[in-house]
């Protein structure tokens, strides 16, 4: 332990809180030594407790760097006393009394073992970061702690917290606050004379301004704050330009979630050469990188949001909250005074946020749904969140979660089926969750998780204009194959493995129209959910189903989203869509050439403005499916219903009578029934022909002038009103010719209580 840290000046008020109630709220700025300190802290305190204090971190590389830094202290060797788990990585042992956790590990604890038999105290570091998972994790505590574990320790902890709201929510936690030990860090923004730098890539500008600081500061680190990887690579490759011909060499690094250990673990390693460290946010907090005095920050991050069109949560490229901002300057000041460069104008700083907007606000919460279910949570709607959500998007979420048969019930008497618990032993969206467990019943995960990791990023393909013709040929070229229209899929993954082969090399990328960009991301998801599909046991599972590849993964595509059908009309590309809106195929369609398919899935239905300010409804990613896999998939009740139904047939201006398939409102397919209801003909032809009643001459003969001359009784009359008067002066007729035989008027005035 370092008793030295400011931290420690607070021990006899920790001490008494901790004796007084299970719940504590600590807010210590940067450098107070919170993170390593308290832990041991209370270690000490508590020589009675044979469990495990778990201490989550809100990312991998600081799970693990702070784990290895508190068993130092300690003389521990890492993975004995003090520990860490994360995603593919566990470096405990039963004896493990300290260990660092993501939230998403503590989620399957409370799943696995929902008493959290075996830990004494759960402390939330970071919270200000207000991650959905910690969210719910603290809430499932919470409840624990009220309702079977009333001697479970909780604390939160943050530099940055916004401690009242959260110490209430927790029973009136008391609140403790800490001084820091940080130097004095300098704030230099950017500055524009003539405007010209605003159209330099950020990574352009940061590689400047760190060849300014290596010319005209002798010594120490400097760490770049960029939103991705994608941002980084761009910025590693600019350095390289940038310092070419430089006297001494610089040591550059990268620092993102997707590297693999070895890699990150470089960044905390000593060197005797100077260093650039290029890092996404998950150095903001936590982690103390050694020989850092001088930040540049982008001022930027990806942020997780719920994408509306594609149904899930996507990563939105944002300018950072002012408290992050605060949070990346004091890496700057951890060690002695420094110096923070950043890329925005002063006077653009206020515009900010304050601070983060919690997750739980801003995404899709299908995730959340489905853990809470797998908790014994059943009135979803009513669950004590610290920031309650919008009860519409609870609902919504609820109902993609049923359609993809992960839950049963109503949004407050919901419980998980046993497909939502496998569901749950892949953390990735319920919606590819639900994908891959459908392919490995025909074989087919890779490919899945390959289908998945395109549709989770950005558009593959570029966007290219009609005029370059030369890009719109040598992109056919690579992606269409003659015969091979059932799903865009194909297309997407001749599309990715081209990139792939030419190492995702720009020039060639964009002269095919394919983002190179987005075809590296793709690969790290692709490799990422493989290695999710071969710890959840699915990479080695045995087909169930013998089918043709082509239909195993159209297959798959619609069981993860079924709730997104659409029928095509004859001969065009508009279809029905399962909300009852009607949308265009997107022209990059390869499913839109061609085919004859009428049945469709499609994974993104976007709405757009066009350049006449008409509203359009694009429908991108399609799959060509048959009526059969989804009976076989939704059976009935659950979305999916059989009627007779009469429909009004254009072609032959006639009333016929059909056995319907629908999901939901979208008509799937029908059957000829030739019996007809006159009554139910009747109100065929009234749906039908109410909005068109001017083209009838029966109609404006008699009705319409009569109606004219009693207007206040005319503007009494509903449209329901109208086509149940239709429908009474058509009964018996079947067919247009009929119609236009049956006299109007005589129904209206009876209607209206008018004689004639």
């Known amino acids: 332990?370092?008793?030295?840290?400011?931290?420690?000046?607070?021990?006899?008020?920790?001490?008494?809180?901790?004796?007084?109630?299970?719940?504590?709220?600590?807010?210590?700025?940067?450098?107070?030594?919170?993170?390593?300190?308290?832990?041991?802290?209370?270690?000490?305190?508590?020589?009675?407790?044979?469990?495990?204090?778990?201490?989550?971190?809100?990312?991998?590389?600081?799970a693990r760097s702070v784990a290895r830094r508190v068993a130092e202290e300690m003389g521990a060797t890492l993975g004995e006393k003090v520990g860490y788990q994360v995603r593919f990585e566990d470096v405990t042992e039963l004896g493990t009394r300290i260990c660092f956790v993501t939230e998403g590990i503590l989620l399957r604890w409370l799943h696995d073992n929902p008493d959290l038999n075996g830990v004494d105290a759960v402390l939330f570091d970071e919270f200000h970061e207000r991650n959905l998972l910690s969210d719910i994790a603290l809430?499932?505590?919470?409840?624990?702690?009220?309702?079977?574990?009333?001697?479970?320790?909780?604390?939160?902890?943050?530099?940055?917290?916004?401690?009242?709201?959260?110490?209430?929510?927790?029973?009136?936690?008391?609140?403790?606050?800490?001084?820091?030990?940080?130097?004095?860090?300098?704030?230099?923004?950017?500055?524009?004379?003539?405007?010209?730098?605003?159209?330099?890539?950020?990574?352009e500008r940061a590689a400047a301004r760190c060849a300014r600081i290596l010319r005209d500061t002798p010594e120490g680190d400097i760490l770049v704050f960029m939103p991705g990887a994608y941002e980084i690579g761009q910025t590693l490759d600019a350095l390289r330009a940038a310092l070419r011909g430089q006297a001494a060499p610089i040591l550059l690094l990268a620092l993102h979630g997707e590297l693999p250990p070895r890699e990150q673990d470089r960044v905390f390693a000593p060197s005797e050469l100077r260093r650039i460290i290029v890092s996404t946010n998950v150095a903001e907090t936590s982690l103390t990188i050694p020989g850092i005095r001088a930040v540049v920050d982008s001022g930027q991050a990806r942020v997780a949001r719920f994408d509306a069109g594609r149904g899930i949560g996507t990563l939105a490229l944002e300018e950072i909250s002012k408290a992050s901002a605060d949070q990346r300057a004091g890496r700057a000041g951890r060690l002695g005074p420094g110096v923070c460069y950043r890329l925005w104008p002063e006077k653009t700083h206020e515009r900010r946020p304050a601070r983060n907007t919690p997750e739980i606000q801003r995404v899709e919460l299908?995730?959340?749904?489905?853990?809470?279910?797998?908790?014994?949570?059943?009135?979803?709607?009513?669950?004590?969140?610290?920031?309650?959500?919008?009860?519409?998007?609870?609902?919504a979420a609820i109902e993609l979660l049923r359609a993809l048969g992960a839950l049963t019930g109503e949004p407050r008497n919901a419980s998980i089926t046993e497909v939502g618990r496998a569901m749950l032993r892949l953390p990735a969206h319920p919606r590819y969750a639900r994908m891959m467990l459908e392919a490995a019943r025909y074989g087919c995960v890779r490919e899945a998780a390959l289908f998945a990791a395109i549709m989770s990023g950005r558009e593959l393909l570029a966007r290219v204009g009609r005029q370059e013709t030369i890009t719109l040929r040598n992109r056919a070229r690579v992606i269409e194959k003659s015969g091979e229209n059932q799903s865009d899929f194909f297309a997407l993954r001749r599309a990715f493995e081209f990139a792939r082969a030419q190492d995702f090399e720009p020039r060639a990328c964009y002269t095919h129209g394919i983002n190179p960009h987005t075809a590296r991301e793709v690969g790290l998801t692709f490799a990422q959910l493989e290695r999710m599909a071969e710890s959840a046991g699915l990479l080695g599972m045995a087909p169930e189903l013998e089918v043709p590849p082509g239909d195993a993964i159209r297959r798959c595509h619609l069981a993860g989203f079924v709730d997104q059908l659409a029928t095509r009309q004859a001969g065009a590309t508009t279809c029905h869509v399962a909300d009852g809106h009607e949308g265009e195929l997107a022209d990059e369609s390869v499913a839109a050439r061609g085919s004859s398919h009428r049945l469709y899935v499609v994974s993104e239905i976007r709405e757009?403005?066009?350049?006449?300010?008409?509203?359009?409804?694009?429908?991108?990613?399609?799959?060509?499916?048959?009526?059969?896999?989804?009976?076989?998939?939704?059976?009935?009740?659950?979305?999916?219903?059989?009627s007779i139904e009469h429909l009004y047939d254009r072609l032959n201006k006639r009333v016929v009578a059909a056995r319907v398939l629908r999901y939901r409102d979208l008509m799937l397919g029908g059957e000829p029934h030739f019996a007809l209801d006159p009554q139910a003909a009747a109100r065929a032809l009234a749906g039908e022909f109410v909005d068109k009643l001017e083209k009838l001459p029966v109609w404006n003969n008699t009705a319409r002038p009569w109606l004219a001359q009693r207007r206040e009784l005319a503007s009494k009359i509903s449209v329901e009103m109208l086509e149940a008067i239709l429908a009474t002066a058509w009964l018996g007729a079947t067919t247009y010719k009929e119609i236009l035989e049956r006299p109007i008027l005589p129904a209206l005035q009876a209607a209206l209580g008018e004689g004639t």
């Open 366 to 395: 299908s995730d959340v749904a489905l853990q809470l279910a797998a908790q014994g949570v059943t009135d979803l709607e009513g669950f004590d969140f610290l920031d309650r959500p919008d009860p519409g998007r609870i609902h």
């Open 139 to 203: 809430a499932l505590c919470k409840r624990l702690q009220r309702e079977r574990r009333p001697g479970l320790m909780l604390m939160v902890m943050s530099a940055t917290l916004e401690a009242a709201p959260v110490a209430a929510y927790l029973g009136g936690a008391p609140i403790l606050e800490s001084r820091g030990r940080e130097f004095p860090v300098d704030l230099v923004y950017e500055t524009w004379e003539d405007g010209s730098d605003l159209e330099r890539p950020v990574w």
């Open 608 to 642: 757009i403005t066009t350049r006449s300010g008409e509203k359009l409804t694009l429908l991108n990613t399609a799959s060509a499916i048959e009526v059969a896999w989804v009976r076989a998939l939704v059976p009935p009740p659950d979305g999916l219903s059989e």
């Open 1 to 62: 332990m370092q008793n030295d840290l400011p931290i420690w000046a607070l021990r006899d008020e920790l001490r008494e809180a901790w004796a007084q109630q299970p719940s504590t709220v600590l807010v210590a700025p940067t450098g107070s030594g919170k993170t390593t300190q308290i832990c041991q802290m209370l270690l000490a305190e508590r020589p009675a407790w044979t469990g495990r204090i778990v201490v989550l971190q809100p990312r991998r590389v600081a």
